[in-house]
């Protein structure tokens, strides 16, 4: 029986912090081991890019996705969906994007073909209990589909497709945002969760800062808005803010 979800989201290459969280609440052992039974983790995207060691976040949730597969969860961002096409067509828009969104050149060299396949294999949208998990703040997923398997199914089928096309419609999908904060927000993130289910969407992508209009280093915790149907967490650890870990329940 699961007593204890937490989420966590954009940690853009800072696994000494994700392990001090995993760590704190006692979800993990010194050694990396999965401790618990009746907890779930999620975490909503953006593992590389920004930040000193992206490699060091994907090879830490894959062991313990690979330990507690019923436990650990993990969501596709739209730096992974960058990271793809960055690998498989380096010139032109891909790289060019990659370069001017924090692309590491040791994320790069290190991304093998497992670790490609692993992040294709990610799905876009998750649930848990009355919560809708997503990475970005747009309702973009509805253009892939109207059940979460139905767009993780088509997300997933373009990103393995080899097709420049369909992968850059994955990355520009997943920049979208602010289509719950802007004018209309709730009735959105009703319609939102009428089509995809919950009660409360949650999501990383846009910082906290940037929707309180204050600096990320000011950030404290995560931002319940949109009349309460749209949980924002990702703290801006990147821009001085803190890797916020938010318990669900």
């Given at each position: 029986m699961?007593?204890?979800?937490?989420?966590?989201?954009?940690?853009?290459?800072?696994?000494?912090?994700?392990?001090?969280?995993?760590?704190?609440?006692?979800?993990i052992?010194?050694d990396?081991?999965?401790?618990?039974?009746?907890?779930?983790?999620?975490?909503?995207?953006?593992?590389?890019?920004?930040?000193?060691?992206?490699?060091?976040?994907?090879?830490?949730?894959?062991?313990?996705?690979?330990?507690?597969?019923?436990?650990?969860?993990?969501?596709?961002?739209?730096?992974?969906?960058?990271?793809?096409?960055?690998?498989?067509?380096?010139?032109?828009?891909?790289?060019?994007?990659?370069?001017?969104?924090?692309g590491?050149?040791?994320?790069?060299?290190?991304?093998?073909?497992?670790?490609?396949?692993?992040?294709?294999?990610?799905?876009?949208?998750?649930?848990?209990?009355?919560?809708?998990?997503?990475?970005?703040?747009?309702?973009?997923?509805?253009?892939?589909?109207?059940?979460?398997?139905?767009?993780?199914?088509?997300?997933r089928?373009a990103?393995?497709?080899?097709?420049?096309?369909?992968?850059?419609?994955?990355?520009?999908?997943?920049?979208?945002?602010?289509?719950?904060?802007?004018?209309?927000?709730?009735?959105?993130?009703?319609?939102?969760?009428?089509?995809?289910?919950?009660?409360?969407?949650?999501?990383?992508?846009?910082?906290?800062?940037?929707?309180?209009?204050?600096?990320?280093?000011?950030?404290?915790?995560?931002?319940?808005?949109?009349?309460?149907?749209?949980?924002?967490?990702?703290?801006?650890?990147?821009?001085?803010?803190?890797?916020?870990?938010?318990?669900?329940?």
């Amino acid at each position: 029986m699961v007593l204890r979800r937490f989420v966590v989201s954009d940690v853009h290459g800072h696994p000494a912090d994700l392990r001090a969280a995993l760590r704190g609440r006692g979800l993990i052992d010194r050694d990396d081991r999965w401790c618990v039974d009746d907890t779930e983790l999620w975490v909503l995207g953006d593992l590389l890019d920004r930040g000193p060691d992206g490699l060091g976040v994907i090879d830490l949730l894959r062991s313990l996705q690979t330990q507690a597969p019923d436990h650990v969860h993990v969501l596709l961002g739209n730096h992974e969906a960058l990271a793809i096409g960055a690998a498989r067509w380096p010139a032109g828009r891909f790289g060019r994007s990659w370069a001017v969104n924090g692309g590491r050149p040791g994320d790069r060299a290190g991304l093998d073909e497992e670790r490609l396949a692993w992040l294709a294999g990610l799905p876009a949208m998750g649930r848990a209990g009355d919560f809708l998990l997503v990475h970005s703040d747009t309702t973009a997923y509805a253009d892939w589909g109207t059940s979460a398997p139905e767009v993780n199914d088509r997300i997933r089928a373009a990103l393995t497709s080899g097709e420049e096309e369909r992968v850059w419609a994955v990355w520009s999908s997943l920049c979208g945002r602010l289509d719950f904060s802007r004018t209309g927000g709730a009735q959105r993130a009703r319609s939102f969760l009428r089509t995809f289910g919950g009660s409360c969407v949650v999501h990383g992508h846009t910082l906290v800062g940037a929707l309180r209009h204050e600096r990320s280093s000011a950030v404290t915790g995560p931002l319940l808005y949109a009349d309460d149907r749209v949980l924002a967490i990702d703290g801006g650890r990147y821009d001085d803010g803190p890797l916020l870990f938010v318990a669900l329940d």
